[in-house]
């Protein structure tokens, strides 16, 4: 493992606004975002930023059981080699009922997964998602997908 962080501290320091956890770009692998999940302070956060990092589907499959989530609002999940599997654990989590708003942009994503979140009976209050550059999916009256020019 990395020892670029001891603990949840280490990775909080400097990156904790409110409720806000900006993570954007520190290259966490999943064994360091562990550390994160393992940490009650993680209720305190509403909007997670994890875009440009590691996690990859084992990750993301951790985040997704983490009980400490159950506040979290906005997720952004976007370039952290997350594939259609890892949405499938997303789409079952049960700790992240909260979730209004989903970023998913530069991962390795086909469809599956897509349809897996559509069709979630976990993420009720999960209101707007991005997959791909200009792909945009909100819930109004049911899924739409409405390109983005």
Not at 20 to 26: A, V, Y
Not at 34 to 41: A, D, I, K, T, V
């Given at each position: 493992m990395n020892d670029r962080f001891k603990n949840a501290e280490d990775i909080f320091e400097g990156r904790l606004r409110g409720n806000?956890?900006?993570?954007?770009?520190?290259g966490l692998s999943a064994e360091e975002a562990?550390?994160?999940?393992?940490?009650?302070?993680m209720q305190e956060i509403s909007?997670?930023?994890?875009?440009?990092?590691?996690?990859?589907d084992q990750g993301l499959q951790e985040l997704t059981e983490c009980a400490f989530l159950e506040n979290v609002q906005y997720l952004n999940l976007n370039q952290n080699s997350v594939s259609d599997a890892g949405l499938k654990f997303l789409a079952n989590a049960k700790y992240l009922g909260k979730l209004k708003r989903l970023h998913l942009k530069g991962n390795l994503i086909n469809?599956?997964?897509v349809t897996a979140?559509?069709?979630?009976e976990t993420l009720v209050n999960l209101a707007t998602f991005q997959v791909h550059e200009?792909?945009?999916c909100k819930k109004r009256e049911g899924w739409r997908y409405k390109p983005q020019a």
């Open positions: 806000q956890l900006m993570l954007s770009g520190k562990r550390l994160l999940w393992q940490s009650p302070r909007w997670l930023d994890l875009d440009d990092n590691n996690l990859g469809g599956e997964g979140l559509f069709n979630s200009g792909w945009t």
